[in-house]
């Protein structure tokens, strides 16, 4: 072979060898999210993806779909799972129908502080593990939403004031909740409540103050009231092949920031928390706590529904309810 012919050749190679590389390096994941740019778990997800794309020098990129742009909130496990994306976000609570371990942080009075949710969190982690693991997912980060509480157009009063109200609610524990507080309880995806409010299918929010400015609460309602009662989770899933199909080194940061995203994500909520309260304030709203009787009751509910989950949970799911009530002691 001649010289020319053989350096030809070295570089057909090394161009080949360059396109392969581009394409490794292009290696690029959906993710599918249910919540405005705006809200503190979309902005936690920037970071994260921020991280991940720059410690795997652009090995690894990740586009996210936010606001239900791409599915919706409530399918994005089985989107997950079935490989439609790699990645999403999800609330937790929403699958209750699944297994128990999912309705139990959405029980009032379960984890009423951030703290609380932190070491039912911690509790639940193993067992979470073991159940998206054999459904071919991974959870790679939890975060806590704020504390939770009524968005209504007139002050809450008393328990009276919520009798027959047309509630928006988000899962089947809220739903218990708000039936037992007299409302109409109406469950109903995040993205449909702006249509829901101009055709009068509800008239008011059980909400965190975060989800209450994503939608500009004010433009509805008036008075925002206070109960804090629940401080539940949103998951960052993966797809367990796409997952083992990466290189192990990157495979690894994508772990690391994900666990990096879930401490972030806690203190990102704190703040959140107290930052929408403002933000309400500044459009007018009236900020209250909870009346006595209001909160007596959503105590006793929660503890009857504490009740009635034992009945159904099984003897793993228990066992998680024991480790995190004897890690308050």
């Known amino acids: 072979m001649s010289l020319k012919r053989l350096l030809r050749v070295v570089a057909l190679a090394s161009v080949t060898v360059a396109s392969a590389g581009s394409a490794f390096a292009a290696t690029q994941w959906t993710m599918a999210s249910g919540y405005p740019e705006s809200s503190f778990f979309t902005k936690n997800i920037r970071k994260f993806i921020e991280a991940v794309e720059e410690r795997t020098k652009g090995e690894l990129k990740i586009d996210l779909r936010s606001n239900d742009s791409?599915?919706?909130?409530?399918?994005?496990?089985?989107?997950?799972?079935?490989?439609?994306?790699?990645?999403?976000?999800?609330?937790?609570?929403?699958?209750?129908?699944?297994?128990?371990m999912f309705n139990l942080d959405n029980i009032p009075g379960v984890v009423p502080t951030f703290d609380k949710s932190w070491k039912l969190m911690e509790a639940q982690k193993p067992y979470y593990d073991q159940w998206f693991g054999r459904n071919?997912?991974?959870?790679?980060?939890?975060?806590?939403?704020?504390?939770?509480?009524?968005?209504?157009?007139?002050?809450?009063?008393?328990?009276?004031d919520l009798k027959g109200v047309k509630l928006r609610i988000y899962s089947q524990q809220t739903q218990i909740m708000g039936e037992k507080l007299g409302?109409?309880?109406?469950?109903?995806?995040?993205?449909?409540?702006?249509?829901?409010?101009?055709?009068?299918?509800?008239?008011?929010?059980?909400?965190?103050?975060q989800s209450g400015t994503d939608v500009q609460v004010w433009d509805y309602l008036k008075v925002f009231t206070y109960t804090g009662t629940m401080h539940n989770k949103n998951a960052v899933i993966v797809n367990e092949r796409a997952l083992r199909g990466l290189p192990e080194d990157v495979r690894q940061i994508v772990i690391e920031e994900g666990e990096a995203a879930t401490a972030r994500g806690w203190e990102m909520a704190k703040e959140a928390s107290k930052e929408r309260e403002d933000i309400l304030k500044e459009h007018g709203m009236a900020l209250n706590e909870a009346p006595k009787d209001v909160l007596d009751r959503i105590d006793e509910i929660g503890k009857e529904m504490v009740q009635d989950w034992m009945t159904r949970a099984s003897d793993e799911e228990k066992a998680v309810y024991e480790a995190y009530q004897a890690s308050l002691d």
């Open 70 to 100: 791409l599915i919706k909130l409530d399918n994005i496990k089985r989107a997950v799972q079935s490989g439609q994306v790699q990645i999403g976000e999800i609330r937790m609570g929403v699958y209750g129908n699944e297994q128990e």
């Open 183 to 209: 409302t109409e309880a109406i469950i109903l995806p995040f993205a449909e409540v702006p249509q829901a409010f101009a055709t009068g299918m509800i008239q008011a929010l059980w909400t965190s103050a």
């Open 136 to 160: 071919g997912m991974r959870v790679i980060t939890y975060v806590a939403w704020p504390g939770q509480g009524f968005f209504t157009k007139e002050p809450i009063g008393s328990l009276d």
